[in-house]
């Protein structure tokens, strides 16, 4: 069954609903994704998922307990989480039992467990995630780069949260975060599985009357910095962990992101057979592996990549980065590497569309970024008939990919 795009009208808005039925397996999931919602949206660091967290203690009367064990007893799943743009609310379970699982995320809604000792749980768990991170240098490296490359933006901040920030935060901050951005006029519903088109608006209907109207908030708009940096963070390191990224003057908005998604796939996304993989792993053996790709949101479009190194060999490792891209926004791509491109992008679509989940999240996708249902169809059709001339135009315009800023985790001296 293709997967649709419905709506249902809740008080003064109107609420999409993603939608796509299979009765292949008896299992139905909704997910609530509220926009304007998420890590660019805190009031203060590590608040969108304290609060996510929060309403994953359960309800006030059952306590986390309580409420865990009402779940379990049915198989039913309800999950709160955040990202850099949305918070969301996911509830799945059997059909036979879904409208009991309703039921529960209502409970949950009306009387979430606001109190001082889960409240002193969720705090405690997210200082010990943040000790956790003190020694985990990939996160440490990707956190600096972030700093670096955004700064001076919201996205620059360290969104997960420090210890003086959760310190700081309140149960009342959490409540009022919770009541300020999780809203009917500001949700998308998605829901998949074995239940008809007109049960998912009702359910959808039923939990959103709960909700108040959200403080709807545009997403935050930022670019990534063009100065040519790179910064260090001395740790007690066996290896040197780099991160990098620099602007990707380009829009999800644009018609031919299939282009994109081929430059994407040659330059570093694409494992073996990559420019970076090639001259950094198979031709000098300085890394297992290293990766990069163009990430297209809402509120930013830059490259991002990483790898790990020999201490010794850090040096050699990002002016080979910084060579592979100068050379490939230089000189292009060849006829051979486009045509496996192709191949390897069309011959395996199959694969990222043959799960009740993949399809809904390439729909909810095509509807999020303003496209049409079927766009990426499209796009896979534009791809197979693009020339060598057109993508190396493409490439070529894209000189802002040189102006890489780096973040190294090393050794102290």
């Known amino acids: 069954m293709a997967s649709s795009i419905s709506e249902v009208k809740i008080k003064e808005s109107t609420v999409p609903v993603v939608y796509e039925g299979g009765d292949y397996v008896p299992i139905v999931s909704i997910q609530f994704v509220f926009t304007g919602a998420g890590h660019l949206s805190n009031t203060k660091d590590g608040i969108a998922d304290m609060s996510a967290k929060l309403l994953n203690e359960g309800t006030k009367k059952e306590g986390s307990v309580g409420f865990a064990t009402k779940l379990d007893a049915r198989a039913v799943d309800i999950h709160s989480s955040v990202g850099r743009e949305s918070f969301v609310i996911e509830v799945s379970a059997l059909k036979s039992e879904f409208a009991y699982a309703i039921e529960l995320l209502k409970e949950l809604l009306k009387d979430p467990n606001y109190t001082q000792e889960a409240f002193e749980q969720v705090k405690r768990q997210k200082i010990g995630w943040l000790n956790q991170k003190r020694s985990d240098f990939d996160y440490i490296s990707a956190t600096a780069l972030r700093a670096e490359l955004f700064k001076g933006t919201p996205l620059a901040r360290p969104y997960d949260g420090t210890f003086e920030s959760i310190e700081q935060i309140t149960l009342d901050d959490l409540e009022k975060f919770i009541r300020t951005h999780i809203g009917y006029n500001n949700a998308i519903a998605v829901v998949g599985g074995d239940l008809t088109l007109d049960e998912a608006k009702r359910y959808t209907q039923e939990v959103l009357d709960l909700l108040p109207k959200a403080d709807t908030r545009e997403i935050p708009q930022v670019e990534a910095s063009d100065k040519r940096t790179t910064v260090?963070?001395?740790e007690e390191t066996q290896q040197a962990y780099i991160y990098f990224g620099a602007p990707f003057d380009y829009s999800y908005r644009e018609e031919d992101q299939y282009k994109a998604k081929i430059a994407e796939y040659l330059l570093g996304g694409g494992g073996f057979g990559t420019r970076m993989m090639e001259e950094i792993r198979v031709k000098r053996g300085l890394t297992y592996g290293v990766y990069a790709s163009l990430r297209r949101t809402k509120?930013?479009?830059?490259?991002?990549?990483?790898l790990q190194t020999k201490l010794s060999t850090q040096d050699e490792?990002?002016?080979?980065?910084?060579?592979?891209v100068d050379t490939f926004v230089a000189k292009g791509i060849t006829q051979d590497e486009l045509d496996k491109a192709k191949q390897f992008l069309v011959g395996s679509e199959p694969l990222r569309t043959e799960t009740l989940s993949q399809r809904l999240s390439r729909a909810y996708n095509e509807f999020y970024y303003g496209r049409p249902l079927g766009f990426s169809k499209e796009q896979l059709k534009k791809l197979e008939a693009v020339t060598l001339e057109e993508m190396n135009a493409f490439i070529a315009s894209?000189?802002?990919l040189s102006n890489i800023t780096f973040s190294v985790?090393?050794?102290k001296e």
């Open 232 to 234: 260090y963070t001395e």
């Open 299 to 306: 509120s930013v479009s830059y490259m991002s990549g990483y």
């Open 317 to 324: 490792a990002i002016k080979l980065v910084q060579e592979v």
């Open 398 to 400: 894209h000189k802002e």
């Open 409 to 411: 985790v090393t050794k």
